[in-house]
């Protein structure tokens, strides 16, 4: 059966300043691990601003055409609106505080410094990934084991072409898999290389970083699209839980997790392939898992390097005690024979194997000594390794008293904005009720004035003339139109075209009055379905508007 590893990390750092490193030859060429005659590959070169202008740049266009402000705009001092999102992004202090912590110097002073966590947005992420490991086979007494060129024994590596195309189909199917995460660099890495116990140099794993942004879509306030790692993992069916083993793991580690078990299979499948290809028979392989299930805490690089170098030493003090403790069986077995020998002698050879006796003890007291040293050295190392879990234990309880903190302050923003809604629907109510009250009374004054217009369309132009002036009026004539006529008909036509006359100016003043009443009492119908819609409506999206 053939055994083996994979690794998936994500950097728990901006990994835009890594970029260097991950794509410029020329610039790892100068990195003291890096041999400039390896292998070195870049598989995907688009770039950080490509990437952001291809997956954000009609939303940062769309939302720019909104804003009337030039101050809301999103953009850079020279006019780019990619860079200006990608700024934002960096100056971004959304899950980012600054806390002070105390150093040991190398002097062995202790200085406060500050400094800041990186937990908030970031403009690019990475993943690095590789196959194997360099863990080397060591004997039954703790040391390491080497070929007779003076070359260590790798008994967990994967063929180097193996490794390889795996993670070159990875690379190539990562979009398909995780179509909200978008690749702006890729690269492969097998020009890296250490100095081994016997001055040779030895190549390491190779690897690939994978180099991706987030892409989450759905906003309905900012952008459209915004680079959020939470919601695109959210968006992809990755969420926060407890796994089978009973420990909490958030939507980042549920990620790693698939994409480990991605690369496994992908592995798995070039390992058979190349046993094809090259009429190899492939041994089963198994992938290892040492610490899935523990809930093994991460430490940093700096503790984690302090860490391997405590457990090298206490494996070569184990490897001289194991010597010094069969030295000492060896002169106690010397000791237990001479003493047999001197009670056989006779007295003339008493002195001489007394002396046997004195140099073995002398012997035996020096080894006592330094086992008694070795021993020393040995708790030492076990100090020290406290100290560097204290250490960790420490930094892990400040992440947790940070978690603590912000889901503390997620709610009061939470109560305070629920408080906030509701003074706000209770000041509306008041002001809809007063504008309703007034709307009635508005509407009942244009009732009126409508009824008074029909009254004064109704009324009728009526003229009285006593018996006596009506009786002058009907006996004397005058002549219209070439016709003789009584001064009382003439009267009456008079006062007949002025009826006529009047009525046909009230009846258009009347329709026109009528004409604005409809129209304001439509408006003022359809202004009172407002308020009532506005009265009913808990739509919290609606308030935000």
């Not at 100290?387 to 930094?395: L, N, R, S």
Request: glycine share 4%.
């Amino acid at each position: 059966m053939k055994q083996t590893t994979v690794r998936m990390h994500m950097n728990p750092e901006e990994a835009l300043g890594t970029i260097n490193h991950v794509l410029e030859k020329e610039f790892r060429d100068r990195e003291a691990h890096v041999n400039p005659a390896g292998e070195f590959e870049i598989w995907v070169g688009k770039g950080v601003y490509e990437t952001y202008k291809e997956n954000f740049g009609e939303a940062i266009e769309a939302y720019n055409k909104k804003q009337k402000r030039k101050d809301r705009r999103i953009t850079d001092d020279e006019g780019d609106a990619v860079t200006g999102y990608i700024k934002s992004i960096k100056n971004s202090k959304r899950g980012k505080r600054k806390k002070v912590v105390e150093k040991k110097m190398d002097d062995g002073t202790i200085q406060k410094i500050e400094v800041e966590s990186d937990n908030g947005q970031r403009i690019l992420y990475e993943l690095v990934v590789s196959a194997g490991n360099c863990n080397k086979l060591m004997d039954e007494r703790g040391r390491v084991v080497y070929t007779d060129d003076g070359y260590e024994i790798h008994p967990y590596r994967m063929e180097r072409e193996v490794n390889k195309r795996a993670l070159k189909r990875f690379c190539r199917e990562f979009e398909n898999a995780y179509p909200n995460l978008k690749i702006a660099a890729a690269a492969y890495h097998a020009d890296e290389q250490y100095l081994n116990g016997k001055g040779n140099y030895e190549w390491g794993i190779e690897h690939m970083h994978l180099n991706f942004i987030p892409v989450a879509s759905g906003y309905t306030r900012g952008l459209s699209v915004q680079a959020s790692i939470s919601k695109a993992l959210e968006q992809m069916g990755f969420k926060n839980g407890t796994d089978s083993d009973g420990i909490y793991r958030n939507a980042y580690w549920q990620f790693c997790d698939d994409a480990q078990k991605r690369f496994e299979y992908i592995l798995n499948v070039e390992y058979i392939l190349y046993c094809a290809e090259n009429k190899l028979k492939p041994e089963e392989l198994e992938i290892l898992h040492p610490v899935r299930g523990t809930g093994k805490k991460n430490l940093d690089p700096d503790a984690y390097k302090t860490l391997k170098e405590l457990e090298n030493r206490k494996l070569s003090v184990n490897a001289d005690l194991v010597e010094i403790q069969e030295q000492k069986q060896v002169v106690e077995e010397e000791v237990a024979e001479a003493k047999k020998r001197l009670k056989k002698v006779n007295t003339e050879a008493e002195d001489v194997l007394l002396d046997t006796f004195a140099e073995a003890d002398e012997r035996l007291a020096e080894v006592e000594a330094d086992l008694l040293q070795k021993q020393m050295e040995m708790d030492e190392v076990e100090v020290s390794m406290k100290v560097e879990t204290m250490i960790a234990d420490a930094k892990m309880q400040d992440a947790n008293n940070y978690f603590d903190d912000m889901v503390q302050n997620a709610k009061d923003m939470e109560t305070a904005a629920k408080d906030y809604i509701e003074q706000c629907y209770k000041e509306y109510d008041g002001d809809f009720d007063k504008c309703k009250v007034a709307l009635a009374t508005i509407k009942k004054d244009i009732k009126k004035l409508q009824n008074e217009l029909e009254r004064t369309e109704q009324e009728d132009l009526q003229v009285d003339v006593d018996a006596e002036l009506k009786q002058y009026l009907l006996t004397h004539f005058i002549v219209v139109n070439d016709t003789e006529v009584s001064l009382l008909d003439d009267f009456t036509e008079q006062v007949e075209k002025k009826k006529r006359r009047r009525n046909g100016t009230v009846e258009n003043i009347t329709h026109k009055l009528q004409r604005q009443v409809s129209d304001r009492l439509e408006g003022i119908d359809d202004y009172q379905k407002f308020l009532q819609m506005r009265c009913c409506d808990d739509n919290t999206e609606d308030l935000e508007r």
